[in-house]
């Protein structure tokens, strides 16, 4: 204790000295009712005339910019479309709150609504944004259900006994996304198997979701893409916060939330959650719980110092779960059946840092420095089997960034280490391995035209294991006339297969299990594809429509094989997998305060088992996403509706002695309902709703159920809920800012 406050002084000591002779300016744009302008436009003002630069405001409306060598005072002008102009004088240190007037017409006040979830027009990545309106349009207790009015994410359950849930973005298993957490690799490695659930739904305050390749500077493990969360902020959380959770089955969940600005530079956040469920649930009467047992505490502290020329923040993060699942018997009588029970016990501890250098009079240049650390420890038994995983993750990366001339030429380089000590068994099955990752980056922004943006870069990584590897990134955004943007990108992209923690729902099976793994490689992706975004005025109002196409190939691809009875086999496959899908989304205003979004995907998914190219087991070839939502507002009510539309997917070999027809060969299309009604008090918000509210339920769930031990039994073919309708009231407190 005694070093670390040694070296948490120094590091004060290092923080005041180079953030003298600079001014921070920073504050908040919203409009009349206090909702927040994203991508406002702040510009400030040279003392003796012209510009010295600008800025754009974030999802919630905020800026900050350092200059060097100004007075304790600057003057602004910020604009937005279809907004007046403001022009203000910020003061250093001082957040400013400006609101801007709407524009008028005919004497009428002209309403500019913003969408919930909308594509950045001037990205050259395709970077979709699910804001803080979007998170509350369904219950959202964790991040694997924040995307259940969202077409491109695809979430679903891994198996029918521990209730995990798994997500899917180009057709590709999560596995294969890179999941961080303001840009820190979050959920990955052996967290894989149930760590969207680790992060609660009130910690959030955006999430980000590319396509495709995303920046060299995230790192490696991006091959279908990047889902980014960004976390609540210490100097803009609300001081206190309160969200409660409760279903009809007795499924109970908790939020508390403190913030603090110490003065003008320190702020701190304190999260705390809880989640518990012990309801013993069998509707579909096969002896087996439809919903596991669970209870899980996590918790968050964050500081946040903000320097004239400097900003830094440290925090920490701890979590430990427990979930049951498996036959009635397990929980009640032995007697009264045969026994299967798989349970997992995690604890989690992260700690992590970002430290940013703003250079005197150099807006365009800063130097930023991530680091943070990992330990995670699952284990369990799956029947007659016990699961081990235990992991040791260290993250480095340092970041440069600046222009060539002008703004036209930018780039970013730097370099990153990234350190896994893994070990997993299942039984006499034990993987070990060390991993040390030390790689370099470049990656260079040219706008030739100011319709025309390209992107080129790459990595070179050198893994301790699989030698040098290259990674060529490439994005192109053209926009020939305003609102009508075109995209392009490339990639290449690289993992470490986890053999168990990768596929855990497919454990839940008593198939003999082997894993052939001669010797320790990566799997390989390409991932190209394009696309097409309009932005026009509908109705009078804003609207957006997208139209894009993917595809990844697989140089090498690590598969779980279930095409033979009785058997799952893990393996090694050259080159020839492959995922191709095309999404469609349209958003607009048909009537003021009235949004509706339409979203349309279809998806070809493929791999080789053996030696045949099949399509990959239980993945829907269509999947359509339609939500609505009105905010009544002058009653403070708001009402959202969401239709999930699946498509057939393909079943694996099969037997199933308890069934006395043979399954299908493909699943049935099957929709899904989620309504939710809020209602708001002041400081309160009120919330009620219903998941699935057609009561759809997937019949037969288990292979042969009444045998679990025996050699057919398999409850990892799940496409659908195996529950069913579920009711949920809850709470958002907010008593004072």
Not at 46 to 67: A, E, K, M, P, V
Not at 370 to 378: A, E, K, L, N
């Amino acid at each position: 204790m005694t070093n670390f406050n040694l070296i948490w002084r120094l590091s004060l000591f290092f923080i005041s000295c180079v953030a003298a002779n600079a001014q921070t300016f920073q504050g908040r744009v919203s409009d009349s009712l206090d909702r927040p302008l994203p991508s406002a436009r702040v510009v400030w003002l040279l003392s003796q005339g012209g510009i010295g630069g600008g800025h754009y405001t974030d999802s919630l409306g905020r800026f900050s910019f350092n200059l060097k060598s100004q007075p304790e005072s600057v003057k602004a002008v910020v604009s937005a479309p279809n907004y007046f102009a403001d022009t203000i004088l910020l003061q250093s240190g001082i957040p400013y709150p400006i609101q801007l007037r709407a524009k008028t017409l005919n004497a009428y006040e002209l309403v500019v609504e913003s969408f919930s979830t909308s594509l950045y027009t001037a990205k050259p990545q395709f970077i979709e944004n699910i804001g803080s309106k979007e998170l509350r349009r369904a219950a959202c207790c964790n991040l694997s259900e924040s995307f259940e009015t969202n077409a491109t994410v695809d979430v679903g359950f891994t198996d029918a006994i521990t209730g995990a849930k798994t997500i899917q973005l180009l057709g590709l298993d999560g596995r294969y996304v890179s999941i961080t957490s303001e840009q820190f690799p979050s959920i990955r490695g052996l967290a894989s198997s149930y760590g969207i659930g680790y992060i609660p739904g009130p910690w959030m305050e955006s999430i980000q979701i590319s396509k495709g390749s995303g920046s060299v500077v995230n790192g490696f493990e991006s091959m279908a893409g990047q889902i980014n969360v960004e976390l609540k902020k210490p100097e803009t959380a609300d001081r206190f916060y309160l969200n409660g959770f409760l279903n009809h089955l007795g499924r109970v969940e908790m939020t508390v939330q403190h913030a603090e600005r110490l003065n003008p530079r320190w702020s701190v956040l304190t999260l705390a959650h809880g989640d518990y469920f012990e309801t013993i649930t069998d509707r579909n009467v096969d002896g087996f719980l439809d919903i596991p047992f669970k209870k899980s505490v996590s918790g968050m502290h964050r500081w946040k110092f903000q320097g004239k020329r400097m900003e830094s923040q440290v925090g920490v993060k701890v979590l430990a779960e427990d979930r049951k699942g498996g036959t009635l018997s397990a929980f009640q009588q032995p007697s009264l059946g045969p026994v299967f029970m798989a349970a997992a016990s995690t604890l989690r501890a992260e700690g992590y840092g970002k430290t940013g250098f703003f250079f005197a009079g150099k807006p365009y240049q800063s130097l930023g420095l991530m680091y943070s650390g990992t330990f995670h420890d699952q284990r369990g038994p799956i029947a007659g089997r016990y699961y081990l995983g235990q992991e040791y993750s260290g993250y480095f990366n340092l970041v440069f960034q600046s222009r060539i001339v002008n703004d036209n030429h930018t780039f970013k380089a730097g370099s990153s280490m990234l350190y896994d000590q893994v070990e997993e068994g299942l039984d006499s099955l034990v993987f070990s391995r060390t991993e040390a990752v030390p790689g370099v980056f470049l990656e260079y922004t040219w706008k030739p035209l100011s319709s025309l943006q390209v992107v080129t870069g790459g990595r070179l990584d050198a893994h301790n294991l699989f030698g040098l590897v290259a990674q060529p990134r490439f994005h192109l955004r053209w926009e020939p006339k305003c609102g009508y943007v075109f995209r392009l990108s490339g990639s290449r992209g690289f993992r470490s297969p986890n053999p168990f923690a990768d596929r855990m729902g497919m454990l839940m099976t008593s198939r003999s299990i082997s894993v052939d793994i001669p010797e320790w490689r990566p799997e390989l992706t390409w991932t190209y594809g394009g696309g097409f975004q309009w932005v026009r005025t509908l109705f009078g109002r804003d609207a957006q429509f997208t139209l894009d196409f993917f595809e990844t190939r697989f140089e090498r691809q690590f598969v779980a094989d279930r095409e033979q009875s009785g058997q799952l086999r893990m393996y090694y496959v050259e080159g020839r997998g492959y995922s191709r899908v095309a999404q469609a989304n349209a958003s607009f205003f048909p009537l003021e305060r009235f949004e509706l979004r339409l979203g349309w995907k279809w998806q070809d998914v493929q791999a080789e088992f053996q030696g045949q190219m099949l399509s990959m087991p239980l993945m829907s070839d269509h999947r359509g996403v339609f939500t609505a939502g009105y905010n009544w507002k002058k009653a403070g009510f708001t009402v959202d509706a969401t239709v999930q539309l699946m498509g057939p997917g393909r079943y694996p070999t099969v037997v199933d002695p308890g069934l006395s027809e043979p399954r299908p060969l493909k699943t049935p299309w099957f929709g899904i309902v989620l309504l939710q009604m809020t209602k708001l008090f002041g400081p309160v918000d009120l919330y009620a709703g219903v998941e699935n509210l057609l009561d759809y339920r997937q019949e037969n769930p288990l292979v042969d159920p009444g045998n679990p031990n025996g050699n057919n039994f398999d409850a990892s073919l799940v496409y659908a809920p195996i529950f069913g309708r579920t009711f949920y009231i809850g709470i958002h407190l907010t008593p004072f800012k």
